[in-house]
């Protein structure tokens, strides 16, 4: 009795992993990448200055900036990256208008305060963070932290100031410029004169992420559109099917009633996966999808290793359960280190690499982690729901011919 209680529980589990599969795919759906969904492709130059030359240091502290402006604002499965000595692309998926996006990766973004002759009194390196927010009177702004330093430098100005005008600019626009009521003494102080908080953030992001080495110039803007992308997703979808039905035919003509089980167990885990993908916003991409069918195959793999391993013990006489316990047994280990090595690469590949390539290592890697779960788990509790029917108990199951 408790062993039936159990297996309920487990198929009970499985459903419910199932239905919540479902829901994250349906609620959130799959993100798509540039190459798949189109987006924004500019190109910068970098401007060298009257102290400054262009140089490779010059070059990587601009990609860095760029990288964490692009990372602040949410903008996913960026590719980011140099095209010549001064020059740098950037690829940006789900952007519509390369002009806005230009607007906040490609700003020089040097902030400074200014008194009304417009001498320069404090610079943004003195800020070590900042934030959009909402004042006492509910008014959208950017409150910023000033370093020690940036603090005691702050408060000596607002004291020689007090009744005059401060300016705050962004590169040579003016945010506010404000009338010193009290010296400030704190920390933190407030850019009022947003009329919304997303464009006090769009600010929070270029001051808190710091300013470029040099200015920048764009040299080339497009929208990328997803034409290309369309056709790939279909003749992916088309090619994947077809071997996924394909497969399906080999492993119910080869091992009958199992590898009907074996077709479901993948269903199941396809809907898992996408579930998953769904779940973690990662970002599809045509090498992601090459990821999703490279794992799809280590998912059927998984199986044959272990239909072959309860083969091999059902042709040494022993009954069926006993031979389904001893065939996930000798597989468990042999489908660890397979999917544990090709695991460590996609990590490998995901940690040193970007772009495309990464999202290829993170979907494999994803697809990876799903198949082992129903390897493991997904198989052993179906085919133990129908150990004892005679689908399971006849010659020919798994594979094993009569009189074997």
């Given at each position: 009795?408790r062993?039936?209680?159990?297996?309920?529980l487990?198929?009970?589990?499985?459903?419910?992993?199932?239905?919540?599969?479902?829901?994250?795919?349906?609620?959130?759906?799959?993100?798509?990448?540039?190459?798949?969904?189109?987006?924004?492709?500019?190109?910068?130059?970098?401007?060298?200055?009257?102290?400054?030359?262009?140089n490779?240091?010059?070059?990587?502290?601009?990609v860095?900036?760029?990288?964490?402006?692009?990372?602040?604002?949410?903008?996913?499965?960026?590719?980011?990256?140099?095209?010549?000595?001064?020059?740098?692309?950037?690829?940006?998926?789900?952007?519509d208008?390369?002009?806005?996006?230009?607007?906040?990766?490609?700003?020089?973004?040097?902030?400074?305060?200014?008194?009304?002759?417009?001498?320069?009194l404090?610079?943004?390196?003195?800020?070590?963070?900042?934030r959009?927010?909402?004042?006492?009177?509910?008014?959208?702004?950017?409150?910023f932290?000033?370093?020690?330093?940036?603090?005691?430098?702050?408060?000596?100005i607002?004291?020689?100031?007090?009744?005059?005008?401060?300016?705050?600019?962004?590169?040579?626009?003016?945010?506010?410029?404000?009338?010193?009521?009290?010296?400030?003494?704190?920390?933190?102080?407030?850019i009022?004169?947003?009329?919304?908080?997303e464009?006090?953030?769009?600010?929070?992001?270029?001051?808190?992420?710091g300013s470029?080495?040099?200015?920048?110039?764009?040299?080339?803007?497009?929208?990328?559109?997803?034409?290309?992308?369309k056709?790939?997703?279909?003749?992916?979808?088309?090619?994947?099917?077809?071997?996924?039905?394909?497969?399906?035919?080999y492993?119910?003509?080869?091992?009958?009633?199992?590898g009907?089980?074996?077709?479901?167990?993948?269903?199941?885990?396809?809907?898992?996966?996408?579930?998953?993908?769904?779940?973690?916003?990662?970002?599809?991409?045509?090498?992601g999808?090459?990821g999703l069918?490279?794992?799809?195959?280590?998912?059927?793999?998984?199986?044959?290793?272990?239909?072959?391993?309860?083969?091999?013990?059902?042709?040494?006489?022993?009954?069926?359960?006993?031979?389904?316990?001893?065939?996930?047994?000798?597989?468990?280990?042999?489908?660890?280190?397979?999917?544990?090595?090709?695991?460590?690469?996609?990590?490998?590949?995901?940690?040193?690499?970007?772009?495309?390539?990464?999202?290829?290592?993170?979907?494999?890697?994803?697809?990876?982690?799903v198949?082992?779960?129903?390897?493991?788990?997904?198989?052993?509790?179906?085919?133990?729901?129908?150990?004892?029917?005679?689908?399971?108990?006849?010659?020919?199951?798994?594979?094993?011919?009569?009189?074997?």
């Amino acid at each position: 009795m408790r062993y039936k209680q159990r297996r309920t529980l487990k198929l009970l589990f499985i459903f419910a992993i199932i239905a919540f599969s479902l829901f994250l795919y349906y609620n959130y759906g799959i993100n798509l990448g540039l190459d798949l969904q189109g987006g924004a492709h500019i190109v910068l130059q970098a401007q060298p200055t009257d102290d400054r030359e262009i140089n490779d240091e010059v070059m990587s502290g601009i990609v860095s900036v760029i990288e964490r402006r692009v990372n602040q604002l949410g903008l996913s499965e960026p590719i980011i990256q140099r095209e010549s000595s001064d020059r740098i692309i950037v690829e940006l998926p789900a952007v519509d208008s390369p002009n806005e996006a230009i607007d906040t990766i490609g700003r020089t973004a040097v902030l400074t305060f200014r008194n009304s002759n417009n001498d320069i009194l404090l610079t943004g390196d003195f800020i070590k963070d900042a934030r959009a927010d909402y004042d006492e009177y509910g008014r959208p702004v950017v409150s910023f932290t000033l370093t020690n330093e940036g603090s005691n430098k702050f408060e000596n100005i607002t004291r020689e100031y007090i009744g005059r005008k401060i300016g705050i600019y962004l590169d040579d626009e003016l945010l506010t410029n404000p009338t010193v009521q009290t010296v400030i003494t704190k920390d933190k102080a407030n850019i009022t004169g947003y009329q919304s908080v997303e464009a006090a953030e769009k600010h929070a992001v270029l001051i808190r992420e710091g300013s470029l080495p040099v200015p920048v110039k764009v040299v080339e803007r497009r929208s990328v559109g997803p034409t290309l992308g369309k056709i790939s997703i279909k003749k992916s979808i088309t090619a994947g099917l077809i071997g996924l039905l394909l497969v399906g035919i080999y492993m119910m003509f080869y091992y009958r009633f199992p590898g009907v089980l074996a077709a479901v167990i993948l269903a199941i885990y396809g809907l898992i996966l996408m579930g998953t993908l769904a779940g973690l916003q990662a970002i599809l991409t045509l090498p992601g999808i090459a990821g999703l069918i490279l794992s799809i195959g280590m998912a059927v793999d998984a199986n044959i290793i272990i239909f072959e391993r309860i083969k091999d013990e059902r042709k040494s006489g022993k009954t069926l359960k006993a031979a389904i316990d001893a065939g996930f047994k000798r597989a468990y280990r042999t489908i660890v280190d397979a999917n544990v090595t090709t695991l460590i690469t996609a990590l490998i590949l995901a940690y040193f690499t970007s772009g495309t390539v990464r999202g290829f290592a993170v979907t494999l890697g994803i697809g990876v982690l799903v198949s082992m779960f129903t390897a493991f788990f997904v198989t052993k509790n179906i085919i133990d729901l129908f150990t004892n029917t005679a689908l399971l108990n006849s010659a020919a199951a798994f594979g094993v011919r009569e009189g074997r």
